[in-house]
């Protein structure tokens, strides 16, 4: 049974397990999920579709990252030295 993009965020609690991360330190999956939330959100903006889906990357950055690690990448965002590619 499928659940939809509304449904799973409205469900959600926490990030789940990802195979990619296996480890404890989830760093990189906090930094996977960030890139993945402003590259999402740059692709649906530019063909102008709904960008509910990118949320899903928002909710688990937010709760596996820093909030002081976000604001720093935000601030590289919007000065041109962030150094992954979004």
């Not at 409205?10 to 402003?38: E, S, V």
């Not at 820093?66 to 919007?78: E, F, L, T």
Request: proline share 6%; net charge positive; hydrophobic share 25%.
């Amino acid at each position: 049974m499928s659940e939809t993009i509304e449904e799973k965020l409205r469900n959600y609690r926490t990030a789940p397990f990802d195979a990619r991360f296996p480890n404890t330190n989830q760093t990189r999956n906090c930094y996977q999920n960030y890139l993945d939330y402003h590259r999402c959100n740059k692709a649906l903006t530019d063909k102008g579709q709904d960008l509910t889906p990118c949320q899903w990357y928002m909710r688990v950055y937010k709760s596996l990252c820093p909030m002081s690690w976000v604001s720093k990448w935000d601030d590289q965002i919007q000065d041109g030295t962030f150094p992954g590619r979004i």
